[in-house]
């Protein structure tokens, strides 16, 4: 038998073929293999049994780090082939596609050679094999060869040349590869400069993978604060880098699915518990109970974190609020008054991609950024169609193009409303749209006007537009994420999205799909006095709750909030011009506030992940408040109530998330009853909160619900455009 064996994903730069090589040759088939634009094209002969075996075993014994789509077999007559053999690249420019590997951290292997001071790569910071290294962030064109990454300016050496050639070894056709004779060099500063400047206290940036990192050692007090006030990051958490996964455990407590996280090839930053540990100075993370660590990505960071022996800060070099820098010379400018040290190397970084963060939800491991590591790894879509870019949101924006049956999804942007990350914005639609090389039949956008996705989305002239609500969109992305056609009842919980009815919507229940929604039920409305700054300042969602409550702030509540602008802000609640909000996220605010905990805050979500922090630490079991009907008046009185009382905050703080649990779960039953549908879709900002989503799983499933999550893609707005281009496809597929 001879079969034509093509498959179809990244099967490129994650060693593939040498995989294919190794399963004909042990199956004893003869054919080929080839690299052909965006496939692999295996052939092999054979008996029917062992052609089967290999169909069979391309797709379930892959490499770990490739991701097969689809696996298409073709009979045809032997030719009499008698080896097995590794074909040239046929480099089809007409069949490309977006997918680029993400980048692998250091494997095993590289990291034990890496340490062995006989081995030609010993301390060599860029060691990699075909199992890892770096990929997304060199890339500058494909089909995924040296010729078109960044290592292109690095002929390999003879030694290094050899390897690759050679399909028994472990850099065959390992693009990135390379030795210290033949590959990048450090500049500015060497290793051991670091190490010494980093164990003195010094704030030091290092050229990472997807762009420069902030670095300084964690257990010091004095130079967390330093990096804090040079950076201009007030109170938002910053992550860790620890040498390996024992020390890891020493800081935080870690279940298996958590460390396996930690120790993935995308080798994400992890939220965890923290332990009592002298380690990290309080600094580190700021009215938090949660730590995020990460391991080194590359031999460089491993070599820093070990070289100084205690864990370091590791956060993205940038001022706050702008992109991750991956310009050397803009990097000089910028870290003159932030670093005291910079290690930089002469390989550009083609692409920026943040660090990726993610923590387990119930005993998954859900992702809140999603970059390094595992953009622009795309997502499987239920049926192929036109091309649709999906623009995102506001915040955590991301950028999503469909093509095919694929959905491929940027890596986290960040907030657009700083001009370095709308230029980011563009240049990655831009880029998304030249590596598909495809024609973009529908541009996506979110329904507030005032985003600045929207007005990019209004000012281009690639393709007609679409605007879909925020909510809808959050549904959607949940729906796709688990190949779901939907309907299904969307319980978006999250802090904004504008809603089709004027209002600030964020506490919905939506039944519907990609085709359309309706909005069947949500939390009762109360002004947001201030727009934007009721988010940085939760103590007036307090006060906006308060009124809905009493028809006044009562005199406890006064004490607690203690602010001047009181009545000014009460009297923006009664002034009908004001917005209106159903959203969780602010009840969250406004409950957190009344807690006496969080005032104001410099990023969002900050006051409900305090909130969860203090019900953690309660020991109450039983029940909530009673969220009665759809508002949220008599959550508030009995919160106010009890704080009135003395009752203990940590278990106000519990029973106010049994109370939104026992909303959702109350709510989903009277629209089952009315819809007949069971699937319930959690998506929305709120839901990264890990008690709230812990209490509320087996409360549905006790109840016969399907329940659909958010875990490869961030049920907060990183997902949005994921939701948009599949709106927009249904929207297609309608009007046609
Ligand atoms: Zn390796
Ligand atoms: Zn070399
Ligand atoms: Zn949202």
């Known amino acids: 038998m001879r079969r034509t064996v093509t498959v179809a994903g990244t099967v490129q730069g994650v060693g593939f073929r040498p995989f294919v090589f190794a399963l004909a040759t042990s199956l004893k088939l003869s054919g080929s293999v080839v690299n052909a634009g965006a496939h692999v094209i295996c052939v092999v002969e054979g008996t029917r049994a062992t052609c089967d075996e290999f169909v069979r075993r391309v797709q379930s014994d892959a490499p770990s780090l490739a991701d097969v789509h689809t696996v298409k077999a073709v009979a045809s007559p032997p030719e009499g082939d008698t080896e097995f053999v590794i074909a040239i690249s046929l480099h089809a420019e007409s069949e490309r596609s977006s997918a680029v590997p993400p980048d692998v951290a250091t494997c095993a292997d590289c990291q034990a050679e890496a340490a062995d001071d006989t081995n030609r790569r010993y301390r060599f910071p860029f060691i990699c094999c075909t199992a890892c290294g770096p990929r ?48 990048p060099r450090l500049t500015d500063a060497t290793i051991e400069e670091a190490i010494s400047a980093l164990a003195r206290g010094a704030v030091v940036a290092v050229k990472g ?161 999603r970059a390094r590591g595992y953009a622009p790894r795309s997502v ?69 006007p005032e985003y600045l996705s929207t007005k990019f989305a209004m000012g281009q002239d690639l393709a007609p537009t679409l605007a879909v609500q925020h909510h809808h969109a959050h549904l959607v992305s949940c729906l796709v994420e688990n190949r779901h056609a939907g309907p299904a009842i ?3 919980f999250d ?80 002034d009908p011009a004001t917005l209106h909000t159903s959203s969780i996220g602010r009840l969250f605010d406004a409950v957190a506030a009344l807690c006496g905990l969080a005032q104001r805050v410099t990023y969002e979500g900050e006051a409900a992940i305090a909130l969860e922090g203090l019900a953690a630490a309660s020991d109450v079991t039983g029940g909530g408040y009673e969220l009665s009907g759809s508002d949220a008046t008599a959550v508030v009185r009995a919160v106010v109530d009890d704080l009135a009382a003395g009752v203990d905050r940590s278990h106000i703080a519990f029973k106010f998330h049994r109370a939104v649990a026992d909303f959702a779960v109350s709510t989903c039953r009277e629209l089952r009853d009315r819809s007949d549908i069971t699937t319930v879709a959690l998506s929305g900002g709120v839901f990264q909160n890990r008690l709230l989503v812990e209490l509320l799983l087996p409360m549905l499933d006790e109840r016969g619900f399907t329940v659909l999550r958010q875990n490869e893609v961030p049920p907060n707005d990183g997902g949005v455009s994921l939701g948009q281009v599949a709106i927009g496809r249904a929207h297609l597929s309608r009007s046609q």
């Open 380 to 448: 499987a879509l239920q049926s192929s169609g036109p091309t649709v870019l999906g623009v995102g949101a506001e915040l955590k924006n991301t950028t999503c193009l469909a093509v095919g049956d694929r959905a491929s999804l940027s890596v986290h942007l960040g907030d657009l409303e700083s001009p370095q990350t709308l230029r980011a914005f563009e240049d990655t639609i831009a880029d998304q749209i030249s590596f598909a090389e495809a024609n973009v039949a529908l541009v996506v956008h979110d329904m507030h």
């Open 495 to 574: 802090g904004f999205g504008w809603g089709d009815d004027g209002t600030a919507w964020g506490g919905e229940f939506l039944i519907g799909d990609a085709s359309g929604y309706e909005r069947a039920a949500f939390l009762g409305t109360v002004p947001l006095p201030g727009g934007a700054q009721a988010i940085r300042e939760p103590w007036r969602m307090a006060v906006a709750h308060s009124l809905a409550a009493f028809g006044e702030v009562p005199p406890h509540v006064r004490g607690v909030l203690d602010d001047a602008r009181l009545d000014a802000v009460a009297a923006l609640c009664a």
């Open 136 to 183: 997304y962030t060199v890339v500058r064109d494909l089909p995924y060869d040296r010729a078109k990454t960044s290592m292109a300016n690095y002929p390999l050496c003879e030694q290094c040349r050899t390897e690759f050639e050679d399909p028994h070894d472990r850099r065959f056709h390992a693009q990135a590869t390379s030795c210290a004779e033949c590959g």
């Open 490 to 492: 969307g319980v978006v």
């Open 209 to 369: 993978l997807g762009g420069y990192q902030l670095l300084c050692r964690a257990d010091r007090s004095e130079s967390v604060q330093r990096l804090r006030e040079r950076k201009h990051r007030e109170t938002k958490p910053f992550a860790l880098l620890v040498d390996a996964a024992p020390t890891t455990e020493q800081l935080v407590e870690l279940d298996t699915v958590a460390l396996e996280a930690l120790m993935a090839p995308s080798a994400p930053i992890v939220l965890a518990r923290a332990r009592p540990t002298k380690l990290v100075a309080p600094e580190v993370a700021p009215g938090t109970r949660l730590l995020g660590l990460m391991l080194p990505a590359t031999t460089l960071h491993a070599m820093l974190v070990s070289g100084v022996g205690v864990p370091l800060v590791c956060t993205s070099g940038n001022r706050s609020n702008e992109p991750i820098i991956i310009d050397d010379d803009i990097a000089v400018k910028a870290f003159a008054e932030i670093a005291d040290l910079v290690v930089s190397h002469d390989r550009p970084i083609e692409r920026r991609a943040d660090d990726s963060v993610g923590q387990v939800v119930a005993g998954e491991f859900q992702l809140l950024r």
